[in-house]
């Protein structure tokens, strides 16, 4: 552990060191930003654009801003807030420049995204397709699990073995090939390897959570290849506290005599700030409409407690934190069958802004999480899981030269994984990793906007057992085209090259797994994965009708599945299989679109749709989800909103299936929800009382990428209420 603590001090450093940009005597440029109904929006991003540089800082808890010491001369001034549409305008600065109101307007689909390139973002003006849950929309889709709660997003879907290890599925990509973040940090758990084991994470804690779809290598390596999920909180404050803020959810379901609830405050004096938090959820079995589920009971808690300095010019801070979770899985080994996940987290970041010279900006975050599980069969302890990583990112912005700005990067992972008892797949694997990266963006007109970028990447692996050590080197690249059609209209187009080096799982895992309900054999000859993907993305923002149209094509060479050997292990009574590759295609679409038909009447829309092949072999991909449609209509006045939505999914007969092994088809489906929520406001207090009814008819449904769907079916008819007090 001392040595974790002296490379995070290292990394700190790095921004404490830099010097912040020496600014020209002049004038201050200040002001308020708020919102259309003239409420303060704090945390707003303010940047005073000019050909030498740009400055930015965050509007406080009243929505105040303030430059200082800013030269007379022409400027843009760009804002931009979680929730709303960005604004840039231009700006003269005089020896005398009045105070400035910046009115902000609302973009629920739009939302400001920090997971997709090294600067925050609109979704609007993002170069890959996102999605972005918070607010009352986050209150109306909140449920027990981050798999649940994204379920209904486009391009999302949900992969389980039971309610408690839920995790979501990306354009039908799974596994190591979706990474799933904490604020910008691994989790540090083992969801991606093994169906039964869940993500550590109470999403009623979140403030927001953002999705990624597509590849997002550049910035975050192999395991994002089909992209990412990113929990946003405020474990460490990151802007000046000058009075205390927090939130408190607290959420019921019916189906499975669920009750949840997560609270934080933060809280500051000059420059420093702290923040503390906790959460728990506790559910037992769950309802089907043909009767409970055994031993699907989900119970997790989480405590943890972040200081910070903060100034104009950036942040350095920490936080630490541990979860513990315990939840059944059906049916296996006589339906006993348990997990206990923990983990240990700490986190260190800042942040340094407004530098002199080349570089701009500095950004730093560093991660430790100390994980266990334990598999018990009733109390028993049969299997025993560690995985200990520590992953650092370092962000250089650099100056604008001519057209062109962006960033360079560096970043390290390290992770020590074992397991004992019953279940021991491998021996003991040391696995470290490095990567550069290069991201930059170049303006060719007001209108147009090109991204590229490179990334380079080193792993190594080193198991026990007189196993084979591997070395991976592999490089990605990406190229991506923004044009701004009008101010109402962006299209965006993408093109990648992603690598993803074999997980170790794939490559040195042997024996029985019942948590993917195979045989698993590695392969330890296994090759680099080399994905070519393209997407191109169409959006607008009228008064009348918003939406996002999205087509994406992803070829990866050497892609590796479990290939099943058409045979049941006579034993275990599981399908036999070995790790190998093929090359194989995917592509789809995924709309969505809200069209303003009244003040206060709207109607909502969507389809995805993924076709998976391994071309090699001629069969369908494993476990690709089916086509799904969705519609709504909602009434919206003020702060009020009220609907119904319906869930269209169609039968998937397209399966994976060698000799009668393997998958089974899965019937169609069509389910319905009503939902309301009202936001209301008293003193510094705003609340938000949001229920949901979820499955209104009661459908008998099962869930393609559920590993029991043969043996049980979803969630019934499901009864939810949420509550959400925010005060600053």
Not at 359 to 367: A, D, E, L, Q
Not at 509 to 534: D, K, M, Q, S, Y
Not at 580 to 590: F, K, M, S
């Amino acid at each position: 552990m001392t040595s974790t603590i002296r490379l995070s001090a290292l990394l700190c450093l790095l921004c404490l060191s830099a010097r912040p940009a020496i600014a020209q005597q002049g004038t201050a440029v200040s002001g308020t930003v708020v919102d259309s109904a003239g409420k303060a929006v704090a945390g707003a991003a303010v940047v005073l654009e000019s050909t030498t540089g740009n400055r930015e800082v965050r509007s406080g808890s009243e929505g105040k801003f303030s430059i200082s010491n800013v030269a007379p001369g022409a400027y843009h001034l760009s804002v931009q807030a979680d929730g709303f549409v960005p604004t840039r305008s231009e700006l003269t600065v005089t020896t005398s420049t009045a105070p400035i109101e910046v009115k902000l307007t609302s973009a629920p689909h739009f939302r400001v995204v920090v997971s997709v390139s090294p600067d925050a973002r609109s979704a609007f003006d993002s170069y890959q397709p996102t999605s972005v849950l918070g607010g009352q929309e986050l209150a109306t889709s909140l449920k027990g699990t981050l798999g649940a709660t994204l379920d209904t997003e486009p391009g999302v879907a949900t992969r389980s073995f039971g309610p408690g290890p839920a995790r979501p599925v990306i354009r039908g990509l799974d596994g190591d090939r979706v990474l799933v973040l904490e604020n910008g940090n691994r989790m540090g758990d083992l969801s991606s390897q093994s169906g039964d084991h869940g993500v550590n994470v109470n999403p009623a804690s979140a403030q927001k959570i953002e999705v990624v779809r597509g590849p997002a290598t550049l910035l975050y390596g192999a395991n994002a290849i089909g992209g990412l999920v990113n929990v946003i909180t405020n474990a460490i404050p990151t802007t000046i506290v000058t009075r205390p803020s927090g939130n408190l959810t607290f959420d019921l379901g019916s189906a499975a005599g669920e009750g949840g609830g997560a609270g934080d405050v933060t809280v500051g004096r000059g420059n420093f700030a702290a923040h503390f938090g906790g959460s728990g959820r506790r559910a037992g079995d769950f309802t089907a409409p043909d009767g409970s589920v055994p031993n699907s009971f989900n119970r997790a808690g989480f405590i943890e407690g972040g200081v910070s300095h903060v100034s104009e010019n950036g942040y350095i801070g920490s936080s630490f934190g541990y979860d513990r979770t315990r939840y059944g899985i059906p049916f296996v080994e006589d339906g006993e069958t348990n997990l206990n996940p923990r983990r240990r987290i700490f986190d260190a970041r800042a942040e340094r802004r407004n530098l002199d010279g080349f570089i701009s900006s500095v950004r730093v975050s560093f991660g430790v999480r100390r994980y266990q599980h334990d598999e018990l069969d009733g109390e028993d302890v049969a299997t025993s899981f560690t995985n200990n990583t520590i992953d650092a990112l370092v962000l250089a912005n650099h100056r604008q030269s001519g057209r062109l700005r962006g960033t360079i990067g560096a970043s390290l992972l390290t992770r020590s994984f074992d397991v004992v008892g019953e279940e021991t797949l491998s021996p003991p694997v040391d696995q470290k990793g490095f990567a550069a990266l290069l991201y930059e963006e170049a303006g060719l007109t007001p209108r147009l906007t090109l991204q590229f970028g490179g990334r380079f990447d080193h792993t190594d692996f080193n198991p026990g057992g007189g196993l084979t050590a591997r070395t991976f080197t592999s490089g990605s690249g990406s190229v991506g085209l923004l044009v701004k059609a009008n101010d109402q209209t962006t299209v965006a187009f993408s093109l990648a090259s992603a690598s993803r080096n074999p997980a170790l799982e794939e490559l040195y895992f042997h024996g029985p797994h019942p948590g993917n309900a195979v045989i698993e054999n590695g392969n330890e000859a296994l090759l680099t994965e080399r994905a070519t993907g393209f997407d191109t993305s169409v959006r607008w923002q009228a008064a009348r009708v918003t939406g996002e149209v999205t087509y994406f094509f992803n070829q990866i060479d050497n892609f590796i599945f479990r290939e099943l050997t058409g045979t049941i292990d006579p034993v275990d009574d599981l399908p036999d299989s070995v790790f190998t590759q093929g090359d194989a295609r995917l592509q789809g679409i995924e709309s969505h679109v809200d069209i303003h038909a009244h003040e206060m009447l709207w109607f909502e829309g969507g389809l995805d749709y993924v076709r998976g092949q391994l071309t090699v072999a001629g069969q369908p991909l494993p476990r690709m989800p089916p086509l799904r449609g969705r519609v709504g209509v909602r009434f919206q006045r003020n702060a009020f909103q009220a609907g119904v939505d319906g869930v269209f999914t169609a039968a998937q007969d397209r399966i994976y299936n060698v000799d009668g092994v393997g998958e089974t088809p899965t019937a169609g489906y069509n389910l319905a929800k009503i939902f309301a929520a009202y936001s209301f406001t008293r003193g510094v207090t705003t609340s938000t009382i949001a229920v949901h009814f979820d499955n209104v008819g009661n459908v008998l449904y099962h869930n393609h990428l559920n590993y029991l769907k043969d043996l049980a079916p979803e969630v019934g008819r499901d009864f939810r209420v949420t509550y959400t007090v925010n005060f600053r």
